[in-house]
């Protein structure tokens, strides 16, 4: 329709290389399982992200190889059985890491944007 704007939506490729920080993130506070921690994201996004399963699933796969995160069995109510995942020490310093690089990424990106 005539004078509304289009919503503008974060490419995927620019997502990708923050994956790792968003999923460290959720777990700065605690150990969780899958399904929470895809709602601590979107809680923290305020619904603006929802992790694909499989993005969210490979990339416990590929922190945990990393050294980044430990998985281990537990249940939640009702005795359901549930793989939940903590953060390393490593897994710490990797999340201290990508915040930084957010950091200098921002500021980088901000020249080119915001008009002087």
Do not use: C
Request: glycine share 8%.
């Amino acid at each position: 329709m005539a004078g509304e704007k289009e919503k503008t939506e974060i490419s995927p490729d620019v997502i990708r290389g923050y994956i790792d920080l968003m999923i460290l993130r959720a777990l700065r506070d605690g150990d969780s399982y899958g399904y929470e921690i895809s709602k601590t994201i979107a809680r923290i996004s305020r619904g603006s992200y929802a992790m694909k399963e499989t993005t969210l699933y490979s990339a416990f796969s590929r922190l945990e190889k990393l050294g980044h995160l430990r998985s281990y069995p537990g249940s939640v109510s009702g005795g359901r059985e549930r793989v939940y995942y903590s953060l390393t020490e490593a897994g710490k310093r990797r999340y201290q890491k990508k915040r930084d690089e957010w950091a200098l990424t921002k500021d980088l990106i901000e020249k080119f944007v915001i008009e002087n």
